[in-house]
């Protein structure tokens, strides 16, 4: 009483192994213990992807500088842009230290279309990567990976951040993008310049926005990237077309 006839063993076993061979290709370990991560490491990454204009591009981001207001400068400005985010989809402390920013770069800021604010506080599982118009305020929420070595036991959250060669981390600070280039790997991608000395290297490393595999925008555990803040490839060309060519972004964590 109790035991499984060795017949109905066998059919359940087999059943079993139907359902594992039909899953597809990646959901099925997805949803347990996370998308896969890059399979290449920094070094490898930046020899293949890396610009050659570096010194060149850096010279050019001198004149952007971190904003030094007062706390009633900042509220003029932040009382321009009170149409912004009108679901509240992007944690406020970020948003505004991204639109001050963008405020008082303003006229060396050539995309002034968007502003994009991601927060690496939250698990990879969240929606983090957020795009905001800087006409309409609408904002486009996604996920977005973070580096490797920002995250040593892959459990989805961002501990880390490094401003170094080879350490495969995620960066905080603010940033400007590019121009777009394809990348031999993942395709079309948007180079980024960083604008702090917290990711000051970010160019240097190829630290790009671009599509990946081990992104998915679903509520799974994402893969991990060499620091790169990739997303779904559903969402890739939208993101790139809409931040190229020296759009603020700002990286940071939120309370």
């Known amino acids: 009483m109790g035991l499984i006839p060795k017949t109905t063993k066998t059919v359940l076993l087999s059943g079993l192994v139907f359902l594992a061979a039909c899953a597809p ?26 610009p050659t204009d570096v010194q060149q591009k850096a010279a050019e981001m001198s004149q952007f500088s971190v904003p030094q207001l007062t ?17 509240h989809e992007v944690p406020s402390e970020l948003l505004e230290k991204a639109v001050v920013y963008y405020d008082t770069n303003y006229a060396n800021v050539k995309n002034k279309n968007y502003i994009a604010v991601i927060d690496l506080k939250k698990k990879s599982t969240l929606n983090r990567f957020f795009i905001v118009n800087m006409k309409t305020g609408a904002v486009l929420a996604l996920r977005t990976a973070h580096g490797k ?20 981390a995620s960066s905080l600070g603010y940033a400007m993008t590019a121009g777009t280039y394809n990348s031999k790997k993942f395709g079309y991608a948007l180079r980024m310049h960083g604008l702090s000395s917290t990711n000051s290297n970010f160019y240097a490393r190829a630290v790009v926005i671009h599509g990946a595999n081990y992104v998915k925008q679903a509520a799974v555990k994402q893969g991990r990237s060499l620091g790169c803040p990739a997303v779904d490839f559903d969402y890739r060309d939208q993101v790139v077309n809409n931040l190229k060519n020296g759009a603020v972004v700002y990286l940071g964590l939120s309370k």
């Open 25 to 50: 290709q990646g959901k099925f370990s997805s949803a347990i213990d996370g998308l896969t991560d890059e399979p290449m490491t920094e070094q490898e990454w930046i020899e293949s992807e890396a």
């Open 71 to 87: 706390v009633m400068e900042e509220a003029r400005i932040l009382a321009k842009y009170d149409y912004l985010d009108p679901k």
């Open 149 to 168: 070595g920002s995250d040593a036991d892959h459990d989805g959250y961002a501990e880390k951040f490094s401003n170094k060669h080879g350490s495969g």
